[in-house]
């Protein structure tokens, strides 16, 4: 290990290492704007010029490898006189609008300036100015502050796998921009922000709403998916202003998904629910919070006595806190009900001996060397995994992938599979039978050998199913052959849980009893009442069509919701609650991490903490064991060692799964739907961020292979009408040569069935 | 002349000839025997680097680092591909020697690329030529042909059972992209925009792989000293300055044009051969190896002969060899405003000190000539220039440097009476 001295300071640092990260481990800070840990080494705006001993000039501290006996001064005269000289030259045609730039006050600019800038500047020509850029709903541009530090352009090669920005022009004319007025799409596109050391680009949402130092920041915990991104909320008087990531390097590193950042816009939505609501002949009407409770506890008590206590079925989101989910299940077992479930988008799954999980840590995805995803819209289900595997892909690691459509997911696939949903255990199938392990009866095709000779080669690797795979019909049997496959390889198997607390949910008993019913089924022969919390079931279910019929013939529905809305429309009762920013909680992701976190503001209106409203509902029940008198102590109850022994009860084995008939994949004459959760359609908060609703691609479409649309004689672009059984939408037709033969994409959320089911189109 | 006696037209001596760039004539002549001796007898690569070091062959860039060290550089058995790159990216104000070589003698280029990825161990070589030159381009692209039907390139060459093929490559006249690193950039179809160093080329180059990159005139010199050892090219120069050189020279001479002559000859001598100073002029000043050297006076030039160390020990460098002389009606701000106009154009933009530094010279000198100088330019030039000089990824911060702080310091009188007087000093 050599031995260097930086600023008189002995230390041994690790061979390869830069200057830069000798400082670093000695506690010293070198001024620098383009260099960032996580990208790669420009050392192009030349801030952390240091002096290095028996070198003739400066050297970029980035861009330096440590030699052993290296002497480096980072603050000697000479180090400073350059730093200064770079200053002077990043200030001449920097606007110096500090006081209208939202940067101010956390611009890194502005703060080195403070200590190597002058006060006065010799420069009296014109200043350069740049055009802005369009780069749509989320990121404000004022490129004349640009430095052309290129972290942005680099973010999009190297993290985010898709160069959105360049560095068009030359010399002074340099400019960042998107390609040919097209707007920045990718789903991390908002980490630009913070990597941005100046004030040209900056989030959109919260342009000019508040400076930075008037803001408290709260950390917090990303409600959406099942990675649980830490995040920082940043709020003032009450409201939250905006969302940003707070690194953890085992979770999301320093980076956040644009819904972490975006959704804090859905907080202050004209939609939101700010007091308990019942519907009296039709008609909506305010009332106290007492009442209310005493209404719905009367009318659950009423209908458990008349009915017996399966006529009740819950229906909890899986973005809930691990303490709201445990307190739904206990009332409703309180009440005697086993039809608990949280798995609305899923057709039916089995439920396993103990939760389902990643079966890894999540850091551990990036040096996965194989991998084979099936059933995962990868970008839009988990934008942060799919940059981990990004990363592994780019360290040399094989991506195999089983899938509806071809996505593009911004890195090499060594193998893949594109079949319909319902060729896709024949698929796995196959590449089990390549495998030698026990499969059945099937055709081995080229593809699936390759998978298999990829997957059978390799240290570190993994089969992940995705959400797809956990919605199929044939869930359970797609999961005993990815078992197979992962035990045949020696692979991990892992599920890519769906929502920030879909292992939470299930460590808190929100799953369905010995005799429960389980979502689908719970939909599809309708109970007397329902007890809902956070969902939207017509947009979160499975078969739309059978939660809107469900719920429609439903004696009596109670919704607790931070939202009103119009999947609500049927329900008697609504009682707000509040939103993750608003109450205490903690969520469990994906590798089974606890995070806990507190509320950054107060409740909206009347809204409560939803563990305070079932707390009430229990005792009101006289359920017993419902004098909880914090959200610790309900923690307490429902993870009672907390994060010591969740690891206990995580488990992805599945057994006793009958194989059958494998089928065959080319069989069908039937169009199959590819119905996903849409990216900004995950949970109610999604929904309504404005922001987000606006980005490009976000609209109601069918896509399809050029080969579907001559079959059906229809043509990009054609108004078509798309039909399961009774359900019915009218939507636009796009081309995807990307899709499978025999699929088309319609997104969940429309009113239709089945999301992996049958469906018709015709011209509209 | 012919490769076949050891003259000192080093690159230039098919002029002599009828069709001076056909294959005939550059066979008929001697030309290809080099290569043909060497794939005969399978000269071991430490053989050729060892003649070539001995040569003193520097590079005829503008670097003039030691060829034969360069290519020593190489990891000659790293397995895997590896390349070599020629440099026609002639850009620099002043230099019109290596479009002449790909008029004049292309096969004697690719002989010396053929050598060179023979000695390195390359299979494929580039030459990237400057985007503002056709006429070479093409002429390039006729002699690989030529050479390709030849059994010069291609598979099995001349039966020895090597494999090697040439490769055109039209810039688009970045002045940067006759920077290596740049250069390789731009090859791979990126923006011409200098790399960090390290890792150099040589372990971390041409898509990622060895590379060795070396200027037109330095390969083309390649075969004459395979032909007649280094030693003898040693001594065409002098100690430390092998060979001839082709020296461009340009500006207020009677007889402007390529001269190759051998390193060491006394600058007199050289502006003798261009006809003297136009007019009977006197001479003014010289920038003695393209647009990027400092300025020399009249008299410190004078005393200078055309070497690497000579111009170096009188405060400029020997560059390129493209000499430009200027005669006692040029104005030194009205010439120094061009060539800061140059610098601040070509500025790729990647660094701050270049990117910034380069229109705030330019900016001042133009004041300056426009008659809205101030007293303190002068000094904030020079204080800019240090700001700039050492500081930037790559030369072209140091080459915009030069000729502002080398005019500043030479001929500050003159700059002065343009600010005190709003006016030039000469022609009134």
């Given at each position: 290990?050599?031995?260097?001295?930086?600023?008189?300071?002995?230390?041994?640092?690790?061979?390869?290492?830069?200057?830069?990260?000798?400082?670093?481990?000695?506690?010293?800070?070198?001024?620098?704007?383009?260099?960032?840990?996580?990208?790669?080494?420009?050392?192009?705006?030349?801030?952390?010029?240091?002096?290095?001993?028996?070198?003739?000039?400066?050297?970029?501290?980035?861009?330096?490898?440590?030699?052993?006996?290296?002497?480096?001064?980072?603050?000697?005269?000479?180090?400073?006189?350059?730093?200064?000289?770079?200053?002077?030259?990043?200030?001449?045609?920097?606007?110096?609008?500090?006081?209208?730039?939202?940067?101010?006050?956390?611009?890194?600019?502005?703060?080195?300036?403070?200590?190597?800038?002058?006060?006065?500047?010799?420069?009296?020509?014109?200043?350069?100015?740049?055009?802005?850029?369009?780069?749509?709903?989320?990121?404000?541009?004022?490129?004349?502050?640009?430095?052309?530090?290129?972290?942005?352009?680099?973010?999009?090669?190297?993290?985010?796998?898709?160069?959105?920005?360049?560095?068009?022009?030359?010399?002074?004319?340099?400019?960042?921009?998107?390609?040919?007025?097209?707007?920045?799409?990718?789903?991390?596109?908002?980490?630009?922000?913070?990597?941005?050391?100046?004030?040209?680009?900056?989030?959109?949402?919260?342009?000019?709403?508040?400076?930075?130092?008037?803001?408290?920041?709260?950390?917090?915990?990303?409600?959406?998916?099942?990675?649980?991104?830490?995040?920082?909320?940043?709020?003032?008087?009450?409201?939250?202003?905006?969302?940003?990531?707070?690194?953890?390097?085992?979770?999301?590193?320093?980076?956040?998904?644009?819904?972490?950042?975006?959704?804090?816009?859905?907080?202050?939505?004209?939609?939101?629910?700010?007091?308990?609501?019942?519907?009296?002949?039709?008609?909506?009407?305010?009332?106290?919070?007492?009442?209310?409770?005493?209404?719905?506890?009367?009318?659950?008590?009423?209908?458990?006595?008349?009915?017996?206590?399966?006529?009740?079925?819950?229906?909890?989101?899986?973005?809930?806190?691990?303490?709201?989910?445990?307190?739904?299940?206990?009332?409703?077992?309180?009440?005697?009900?086993?039809?608990?479930?949280?798995?609305?988008?899923?057709?039916?799954?089995?439920?396993?001996?103990?939760?389902?999980?990643?079966?890894?840590?999540?850091?551990?995805?990036?040096?996965?060397?194989?991998?084979?995803?099936?059933?995962?819209?990868?970008?839009?289900?988990?934008?942060?995994?799919?940059?981990?595997?990004?990363?592994?892909?780019?360290?040399?690691?094989?991506?195999?992938?089983?899938?509806?459509?071809?996505?593009?997911?911004?890195?090499?696939?060594?193998?893949?599979?594109?079949?319909?949903?319902?060729?896709?255990?024949?698929?796995?199938?196959?590449?089990?039978?390549?495998?030698?392990?026990?499969?059945?009866?099937?055709?081995?095709?080229?593809?699936?050998?390759?998978?298999?000779?990829?997957?059978?080669?390799?240290?570190?690797?993994?089969?992940?199913?995705?959400?797809?795979?956990?919605?199929?019909?044939?869930?359970?049997?797609?999961?005993?052959?990815?078992?197979?496959?992962?035990?045949?390889?020696?692979?991990?198997?892992?599920?890519?849980?769906?929502?920030?607390?879909?292992?939470?949910?299930?460590?808190?008993?929100?799953?369905?009893?010995?005799?429960?019913?389980?979502?689908?089924?719970?939909?599809?022969?309708?109970?007397?009442?329902?007890?809902?919390?956070?969902?939207?079931?017509?947009?979160?279910?499975?078969?739309?069509?059978?939660?809107?019929?469900?719920?429609?013939?439903?004696?009596?529905?109670?919704?607790?919701?931070?939202?009103?809305?119009?999947?609500?429309?049927?329900?008697?009762?609504?009682?707000?609650?509040?939103?993750?920013?608003?109450?205490?909680?903690?969520?469990?992701?994906?590798?089974?991490?606890?995070?806990?976190?507190?509320?950054?503001?107060?409740?909206?209106?009347?809204?409560?903490?939803?563990?305070?409203?079932?707390?009430?509902?229990?005792?009101?029940?006289?359920?017993?064991?419902?004098?909880?008198?914090?959200?610790?102590?309900?923690?307490?109850?429902?993870?009672?060692?907390?994060?010591?022994?969740?690891?206990?009860?995580?488990?992805?084995?599945?057994?006793?799964?009958?194989?059958?008939?494998?089928?065959?994949?080319?069989?069908?004459?039937?169009?199959?739907?590819?119905?996903?959760?849409?990216?900004?359609?995950?949970?109610?908060?999604?929904?309504?961020?404005?922001?987000?609703?606006?980005?490009?691609?976000?609209?109601?479409?069918?896509?399809?292979?050029?080969?579907?649309?001559?079959?059906?004689?229809?043509?990009?672009?054609?108004?078509?009408?798309?039909?399961?059984?009774?359900?019915?939408?009218?939507?636009?037709?796009?081309?995807?040569?990307?899709?499978?033969?025999?699929?088309?994409?319609?997104?969940?959320?429309?009113?239709?069935?089945?999301?992996?089911?049958?469906?018709?189109?015709?011209?509209? | 002349?012919?490769?076949?006696?050891?003259?000192?037209?080093?690159?230039?001596?098919?002029?002599?000839?009828?069709?001076?760039?056909?294959?005939?004539?550059?066979?008929?002549?001697?030309?290809?025997?080099?290569?043909?001796?060497?794939?005969?007898?399978?000269?071991?690569?430490?053989?050729?680097?060892?003649?070539?070091?001995?040569?003193?062959?520097?590079?005829?860039?503008?670097?003039?680092?030691?060829?034969?060290?360069?290519?020593?550089?190489?990891?000659?058995?790293?397995?895997?591909?590896?390349?070599?790159?020629?440099?026609?990216?002639?850009?620099?104000?002043?230099?019109?020697?290596?479009?002449?070589?790909?008029?004049?003698?292309?096969?004697?280029?690719?002989?010396?690329?053929?050598?060179?990825?023979?000695?390195?161990?390359?299979?494929?070589?580039?030459?990237?030529?400057?985007?503002?030159?056709?006429?070479?381009?093409?002429?390039?692209?006729?002699?690989?042909?030529?050479?390709?039907?030849?059994?010069?390139?291609?598979?099995?060459?001349?039966?020895?059972?090597?494999?090697?093929?040439?490769?055109?490559?039209?810039?688009?006249?970045?002045?940067?992209?006759?920077?290596?690193?740049?250069?390789?950039?731009?090859?791979?179809?990126?923006?011409?925009?200098?790399?960090?160093?390290?890792?150099?080329?040589?372990?971390?180059?041409?898509?990622?792989?060895?590379?060795?990159?070396?200027?037109?005139?330095?390969?083309?010199?390649?075969?004459?000293?395979?032909?007649?050892?280094g030693q003898a090219f040693l001594e065409l120069g002098k100690p430390n300055n092998g060979g001839s050189k082709i020296f461009s020279i340009s500006g207020h001479v009677n007889k402007p044009g390529n001269y190759e002559i051998p390193l060491g000859t006394p600058f007199s001598a050289l502006l003798e051969m261009a006809g003297g100073v136009r007019n009977g002029h006197k001479l003014k000043a010289v920038i003695p190896g393209g647009s990027s050297a400092p300025v020399l006076p009249a008299d410190v030039m004078m005393d200078c002969t055309l070497d690497f160390d000579s111009i170096a020990k009188a405060g400029s460098m020997l560059g390129s060899g493209a000499v430009i002389v200027m005669?006692?009606?040029?104005?030194?701000?009205?010439?120094?405003?061009?060539?800061?106009?140059?610098?601040?154009?070509?500025?790729?933009?990647?660094?701050?000190?270049?990117?910034?530094?380069?229109?705030?010279?330019?900016?001042?000198?133009?004041?300056?000539?426009?008659?809205?100088?101030?007293?303190?330019?002068?000094?904030?030039?020079?204080?800019?220039?240090?700001?700039?000089?050492?500081?930037?990824?790559?030369?072209?911060?140091?080459?915009?440097?030069?000729?502002?702080?080398?005019?500043?310091?030479?001929?500050?009188?003159?700059?002065?009476?343009?600010?005190?007087?709003?006016?030039?000093?000469?022609?009134?």
């Amino acid at each position: 290990m050599p031995i260097i001295e930086i600023d008189g300071q002995q230390l041994e640092v690790a061979p390869g290492a830069t200057v830069m990260d000798a400082a670093h481990q000695a506690g010293i800070a070198i001024p620098h704007f383009c260099y960032h840990k996580k990208l790669s080494i420009a050392a192009n705006c030349r801030m952390c010029l240091v002096e290095v001993e028996k070198a003739p000039k400066p050297l970029p501290a980035c861009a330096t490898p440590v030699t052993d006996g290296m002497k480096v001064k980072t603050h000697s005269p000479k180090a400073v006189e350059a730093q200064k000289g770079v200053m002077e030259f990043l200030l001449i045609n920097h606007p110096l609008d500090c006081p209208i730039c939202d940067q101010g006050g956390e611009c890194t600019l502005q703060d080195l300036a403070v200590g190597y800038g002058a006060s006065a500047s010799h420069y009296g020509e014109a200043k350069r100015v740049v055009k802005e850029k369009d780069l749509g709903p989320l990121i404000a541009t004022d490129m004349t502050r640009c430095i052309h530090c290129s972290r942005c352009v680099r973010f999009g090669q190297e993290v985010a796998g898709l160069m959105e920005l360049g560095m068009a022009h030359r010399g002074e004319h340099t400019e960042v921009m998107p390609f040919l007025e097209a707007q920045v799409t990718h789903e991390l596109s908002g980490n630009v922000i913070e990597l941005c050391p100046v004030g040209a680009l900056t989030s959109k949402p919260f342009r000019f709403a508040a400076r930075s130092w008037e803001l408290s920041r709260r950390k917090s915990v990303s409600p959406h998916d099942g990675l649980g991104a830490n995040v920082q909320v940043h709020v003032k008087n009450g409201k939250v202003f905006r969302v940003v990531p707070q690194e953890n390097e085992a979770v999301n590193e320093c980076w956040i998904a644009d819904r972490d950042r975006y959704s804090y816009e859905a907080l202050d939505s004209a939609e939101r629910l700010t007091q308990p609501m019942v519907k009296e002949d039709g008609q909506w009407r305010a009332i106290g919070w007492q009442d209310a409770l005493e209404r719905v506890a009367a009318k659950l008590a009423a209908l458990r006595e008349a009915k017996g206590a399966d006529a009740i079925g819950g229906l909890a989101s899986a973005h809930q806190t691990v303490e709201e989910l445990y307190l739904f299940a206990k009332v409703l077992r309180g009440l005697g009900s086993e039809h608990i479930d949280h798995r609305l988008a899923q057709a039916g799954a089995t439920v396993g001996q103990g939760a389902r999980w990643l079966g890894m840590p999540i850091e551990a995805i990036g040096t996965l060397d194989r991998v084979l995803l099936v059933g995962s819209t990868l970008r839009h289900e988990q934008p942060l995994v799919a940059r981990r595997v990004r990363q592994a892909v780019k360290h040399g690691g094989q991506l195999n992938v089983v899938h509806a459509a071809d996505d593009n997911l911004l890195c090499r696939v060594n193998g893949k599979l594109i079949a319909r949903p319902a060729a896709w255990v024949n698929a796995l199938a196959q590449i089990a039978k390549a495998m030698n392990a026990e499969a059945g009866d099937v055709q081995v095709s080229d593809a699936a050998r390759g998978i298999a000779e990829s997957l059978l080669s390799g240290e570190r690797k993994a089969v992940l199913l995705g959400a797809l795979a956990q919605n199929h019909p044939d869930a359970d049997r797609i999961h005993a052959l990815a078992q197979a496959i992962a035990q045949a390889s020696g692979a991990t198997l892992g599920f890519l849980s769906v929502a920030a607390d879909s292992v939470g949910a299930q460590l808190a008993g929100v799953l369905p009893g010995p005799n429960g019913l389980n979502a689908s089924a719970m939909l599809a022969k309708p109970r007397a009442a329902y007890v809902l919390m956070g969902v939207e079931p017509e947009l979160d279910a499975y078969d739309s069509a059978a939660a809107r019929a469900a719920l429609k013939a439903a004696e009596f529905k109670v919704a607790l919701t931070a939202f009103k809305s119009a999947a609500l429309e049927d329900c008697d009762v609504l009682l707000p609650i509040a939103p993750f920013t608003e109450t205490g909680g903690a969520y469990v992701n994906m590798e089974g991490r606890l995070q806990a976190f507190h509320g950054a503001v107060k409740p909206h209106g009347e809204a409560r903490p939803a563990w305070k409203v079932l707390r009430v509902l229990g005792n009101l029940l006289s359920l017993g064991g419902f004098d909880y008198d914090s959200v610790e102590s309900v923690r307490a109850d429902a993870l009672p060692q907390g994060q010591a022994n969740i690891a206990e009860h995580l488990d992805n084995a599945i057994a006793g799964v009958a194989l059958g008939d494998l089928g065959d994949p080319s069989a069908t004459e039937a169009i199959s739907r590819l119905g996903e959760t849409p990216i900004y359609g995950l949970d109610p908060l999604t929904r309504r961020a404005p922001a987000l609703q606006a980005t490009a691609g976000v609209d109601g479409a069918v896509a399809a292979n050029a080969a579907m649309l001559a079959r059906l004689g229809l043509e990009a672009g054609a108004s078509v009408r798309v039909r399961q059984g009774d359900a019915s939408a009218v939507l636009s037709l796009h081309r995807d040569d990307r899709m499978a033969d025999g699929v088309v994409r319609v997104a969940a959320g429309t009113a239709l069935g089945a999301r992996l089911g049958a469906i018709t189109l015709e011209r509209a | 002349m012919s490769l076949n006696t050891p003259t000192d037209k080093v690159c230039l001596w098919t002029l002599d000839h009828d069709q001076p760039a056909s294959l005939a004539t550059y066979t008929a002549n001697g030309g290809y025997e080099a290569l043909r001796k060497i794939l005969a007898e399978k000269t071991p690569a430490e053989q050729i680097i060892e003649q070539v070091k001995i040569s003193a062959l520097r590079g005829r860039g503008g670097a003039g680092f030691p060829t034969g060290l360069k290519w020593s550089f190489m990891p000659r058995s790293f397995p895997g591909d590896k390349y070599i790159v020629c440099n026609t990216d002639e850009g620099e104000p002043g230099t019109f020697k290596d479009r002449d070589i790909l008029i004049y003698n292309p096969h004697q280029l690719i002989e010396g690329m053929l050598i060179a990825g023979y000695t390195l161990g390359a299979r494929a070589g580039y030459n990237y030529i400057h985007g503002e030159i056709f006429e070479q381009y093409q002429s390039w692209e006729r002699a690989l042909q030529e050479a390709r039907e030849a059994g010069f390139l291609g598979k099995d060459i001349l039966g020895s059972g090597w494999d090697f093929d040439l490769h055109a490559h039209h810039g688009y006249g970045a002045y940067i992209c006759g920077e290596e690193t740049a250069l390789l950039e731009s090859l791979e179809g990126k923006k011409g925009q200098p790399r960090f160093k390290p890792p150099f080329p040589a372990s971390f180059g041409l898509y990622g792989k060895p590379t060795t990159i070396n200027n037109t005139e330095t390969l083309t010199s390649i075969p004459w000293i395979m032909r007649h050892g280094g030693q003898a090219f040693l001594e065409l120069g002098k100690p430390n300055n092998g060979g001839s050189k082709i020296f461009s020279i340009s500006g207020h001479v009677n007889k402007p044009g390529n001269y190759e002559i051998p390193l060491g000859t006394p600058f007199s001598a050289l502006l003798e051969m261009a006809g003297g100073v136009r007019n009977g002029h006197k001479l003014k000043a010289v920038i003695p190896g393209g647009s990027s050297a400092p300025v020399l006076p009249a008299d410190v030039m004078m005393d200078c002969t055309l070497d690497f160390d000579s111009i170096a020990k009188a405060g400029s460098m020997l560059g390129s060899g493209a000499v430009i002389v200027m005669d006692e009606t040029v104005c030194m701000v009205k010439a120094l405003e061009r060539l800061s106009y140059f610098y601040f154009e070509e500025s790729c933009g990647q660094c701050t000190p270049c990117r910034e530094g380069t229109g705030w010279m330019y900016r001042i000198v133009n004041r300056i000539e426009h008659g809205k100088g101030r007293p303190e330019d002068l000094d904030e030039l020079v204080r800019i220039g240090n700001n700039i000089g050492g500081r930037t990824i790559c030369a072209l911060g140091d080459a915009a440097v030069g000729p502002v702080v080398s005019f500043v310091k030479h001929f500050r009188q003159e700059f002065e009476y343009h600010i005190e007087n709003k006016r030039c000093m000469v022609g009134g």
